[in-house]
């Protein structure tokens, strides 16, 4: 069983930065892939980024690429999303995911195991 605490949201101006954290349970953090998500209110939940935790290889939406970076410390069992150039439109509830490392479509969430409760991201124009 592993338990995703999100932290990080907050209020924000168009062009600025915020950097969300997932602090995860469990000892095994390493042998889980890593992603987060959003929802937009009216909107279904997307794909953002996706870490392994073997290799550190990273995966992102078409939409955050050169703007938001995904990383994790093994160590203190925790992933981050390193949000820069923020714009209006990625106003969401952003949920932090973890996943076994099965070679499944990273993208999908139902191909995530754990959940974390989400935290809100408000991007103010």
């Known amino acids: 069983q592993v338990q995703l605490v999100e932290s990080g949201g907050g209020l924000v101006q168009a062009g600025g930065s915020l950097r969300l954290s997932c602090a995860a349970s469990?000892?095994?953090?390493?042998?889980?892939?890593m992603g987060w998500f959003r929802q937009a209110p009216g909107k279904e939940r997307e794909f953002v980024a996706s870490?392994?935790?073997?290799?550190?290889?990273?995966y992102y939406a078409d939409s955050v690429k050169g703007r938001f970076t995904i990383s994790r410390d093994n160590a203190k069992n925790t992933v981050y999303l390193q949000m820069n150039s923020l714009k209006p439109e990625n106003t969401a509830v952003y949920y932090c995911?973890?996943?076994?490392?099965?070679?499944?479509?990273?993208?999908?969430?139902?191909?995530?195991?754990?959940w974390g409760q989400g935290t809100q991201v408000t991007v103010s124009s």
């Open positions: 870490i392994r935790g073997d290799s550190g290889t990273t």
């Open positions: 469990g000892r095994t953090f390493s042998s889980y892939r």
């Open positions: 995911a973890a996943g076994q490392l099965l070679p499944v479509d990273v993208t999908v969430g139902r191909n995530y195991d754990y």
